[in-house]
């Protein structure tokens, strides 16, 4: 509600439907190695885009000294080479972390329930 609205504009009437059921139960354990997967995922992003301008600027300042349009090219190729390595590593990585997301596995020393 903000602070123009004087009241809820969604109208309920208070009942709860008994077909629609969410069950949140994790094993004991994996909702720690679910908070580790998300962090390491937030870890992994932050990494990944610094690391990408790090050579979009280096890039740049190549491109800035080149001498000539050959020079220029190469300079270009090796970007576009190295961004779709870079990504195809990045995405490789990004599914196994998504996988322990979905699937969370205790750690060794974490007793299995």
């Given at each position: 509600?903000?602070?123009?609205?004087?009241?809820?504009?969604?109208?309920t009437d208070g009942t709860?439907?008994?077909?629609?059921?969410?069950?949140?139960?994790?094993?004991?354990?994996?909702?720690?190695?679910?908070?580790?997967?998300?962090?390491?995922?937030?870890?992994?992003?932050?990494?990944?885009?610094?690391?990408?301008?790090?050579?979009?600027?280096?890039?740049?300042?190549?491109?800035?000294?080149?001498?000539?349009?050959?020079?220029?090219?190469?300079?270009?190729?090796?970007?576009?080479?190295?961004?779709?390595?870079?990504?195809?590593?990045?995405?490789?990585?990004?599914?196994?972390?998504?996988?322990?997301?979905?699937?969370?596995?205790?750690?060794?020393?974490?007793?299995?329930?």
């Amino acid at each position: 509600m903000n602070m123009i609205a004087t009241k809820d504009r969604l109208e309920t009437d208070g009942t709860t439907d008994r077909d629609f059921h969410i069950r949140w139960t994790l094993e004991p354990f994996a909702a720690t190695a679910m908070l580790d997967a998300w962090l390491d995922y937030g870890d992994e992003m932050q990494s990944f885009y610094a690391d990408r301008i790090r050579e979009d600027v280096a890039t740049q300042h190549q491109l800035l000294h080149c001498k000539s349009p050959v020079e220029m090219l190469q300079i270009q190729a090796g970007f576009f080479r190295k961004a779709v390595a870079d990504y195809r590593m990045h995405a490789g990585r990004v599914s196994e972390l998504t996988q322990r997301l979905f699937f969370p596995q205790p750690a060794a020393d974490q007793p299995k329930t």
